[in-house]
């Protein structure tokens, strides 16, 4: 009895192991796609309106760099200090909607890889090179925080950012969200300090060769010619040896900013 049981079980016990042995490539193969469709579902959702947030930026990045700043210098600062100008506003308003939309992808790509596209991959080396202790325009709290007064629910359950105006009425009803925001009001108003101004224009160079490497032909946005004129030598230098040789190696960008 026993010897007629034993090759059976052997048989069984063998055709399990090679069932499952089977099983672990088919699954993994089902997750690597699942997961590259999910990636390529949510760059298609979110790529389109960041890239328009941040060719608002470089517009008018490039129309203060034009001008050196110079005629934005009164418009920018506050009449007083318990008071703040609508272009002020209007200007901060720019970087908190664009920083709005990377706090919307960051919070519905939860659980899914954008390295998996290669889009998301590229997207992400700009988001960490945009967010880097070298570059950013305020502390990573205060970007989150600034960004986050720029979006609300909309009727589908999920984010939306809000408008010029809705942003207006936050900042100036409530003393919180302006406390958010003095950081970035502060930068913005100090235009006429060199190294204030020469790190927005850093910063417009990043956002700008993240338009031009995920929009390479401008469906979305606007072609644009670069300020390298009006970058200094150590801010062309940060641009070559930082923003391109280390934090966008890979991504496919090519510096022609400087």
């Known amino acids: 009895m026993n010897e007629t049981w034993l090759p059976i079980f052997l048989a069984a016990l063998s055709g399990g192991i090679v069932a499952k042995l089977i099983d672990y490539p088919v699954a993994w193969v089902k997750y690597y796609f699942g997961e590259k469709k999910s990636a390529k579902a949510l760059v298609d959702a979110h790529l389109d309106p960041l890239l328009k947030a941040a060719d608002a930026i470089i517009g008018k990045t490039k129309s203060l760099a034009e001008r050196d700043f110079a005629t934005e210098t009164e418009k920018l600062s506050p009449a007083s200090s318990n008071e703040l100008s609508k272009d002020l506003i209007g200007l901060a308003y720019l970087y908190a909607s664009f920083w709005g939309r990377i706090n919307i992808l960051a919070e519905e790509s939860l659980g899914v890889s954008l390295a998996s596209d290669k889009r998301g991959a590229k997207l992400q080396k700009f988001i960490a090179c945009l967010g880097s202790q070298r570059i950013r325009l305020v502390n990573r709290t205060h970007q989150n925080a600034i960004g986050e007064l720029t979006t609300d629910l909309s009727f589908d359950g999920g984010r939306r950012t809000i408008g010029l105006v809705e942003f ?72 070559k040896h930082l923003v391109f040789g280390t934090y966008l190696n890979e991504t496919g960008a090519n510096n022609r900013y400087t």
């Not at 010619?225 to 641009?239: A, F, R």
């Open 168 to 239: 207006d009425m936050k900042i100036t009803e409530a003393a919180s969200a302006r406390a958010w925001c003095k950081p970035l009001f502060k930068l913005l108003a100090n235009t006429r300090i060199k190294t204030d101004r020469q790190q927005l224009l850093v910063y417009g160079v990043i956002v700008h060769a993240l338009v031009d490497t995920l929009d390479p032909k401008h469906q979305s946005t606007h072609p644009r010619p670069p300020y390298g004129n009006k970058l200094s030598k150590n801010s062309k230098k940060e641009i």
